[in-house]
């Protein structure tokens, strides 16, 4: 008999639109949801990092810090970024700051929060825990540990390290928004898979976490899945899945999480959300959600 005997429930179709596309209900230039806001995205020195800084720029934030291991791929993200607010015809452009940020490395996001607080005023309205790692697909005792474990360090150790670093200013920010890059793996089981998925579940879990130790201090954090990108590091996952699933534009993920933050949706609270879904017909199953506890993790008995 297959294992698990009842295929796990990821909530592709949750909304009745499921989107591979950017589409104009989340268009950062039209909407301008990000005005006067402040930004940091972490591994945002290439892939979805750097896309998801060229949506904020778009969308008119005030304040976009780049962080990425390299100080040169920080940079090339920041120009990237600029020169998309300009293609755009848009007349405002964000005050950008590279930084060099290994956020498994307690002294390198130290030294990157220490220039971020000595360059801007301030708190900083919105987190954007973007970096990430994954293990190549092998059943649990086979291929290399050490890679295997890195999955966890980048996804849940650097997490926790960026995350602890940046809770000050982000609680004397406007915002107060915390934006953790999850994956829809983090509801499946797939063979192989067992490092990255488990690491991604504990992040939806820890993002309920942030909400229960400080909600009374205005905090708002969301699990959310970037959609099935076909990026660098997906390559480390089997072709198969490549071709089944890894079917989405980045664009679609990128400027839907700078909607989401364009306003606090409190009712989203500690939540997990598909940038695949439609988010006008995610707004109106709000009831829906609050009343029956959705998109969150639990035992069904």
Sequence with gaps: MPYPPIRPQVG????PTVHHDTYSAINPVTCQGSVKKSV??????KGMGRCTVVSYA???ASRIAVCARKIDEAQAACDAALEAVRQAGLTASPQMLPLEMDVCDQRSVAAAVAILESSWNGGLDILVNNAGYLAEFLPLAEGDGDDRWRTWEVNVHGWYNVTKALLPLLLMGKDKTIVNVSSVG?????PGASAYQASKFALNRLTEYLMVDYIDQGLLSYAVHPASVPTALATRMPSAVIDAFCNDRPELACDCIAWLTSERRE??????VSCTWDMAELEAKREEIIGGVLLKLKLTI
């Design 186 to 190: 983090s509801l499946a089981l797939t």
């Design 12 to 15: 592709t179709t949750f909304t």
């Design 267 to 272: 009712w989203l609270a500690g939540r997990y």
């Design 40 to 45: 940091l995205v972490t591994g945002a020195g």
């Design 58 to 60: 778009k969308s008119g």
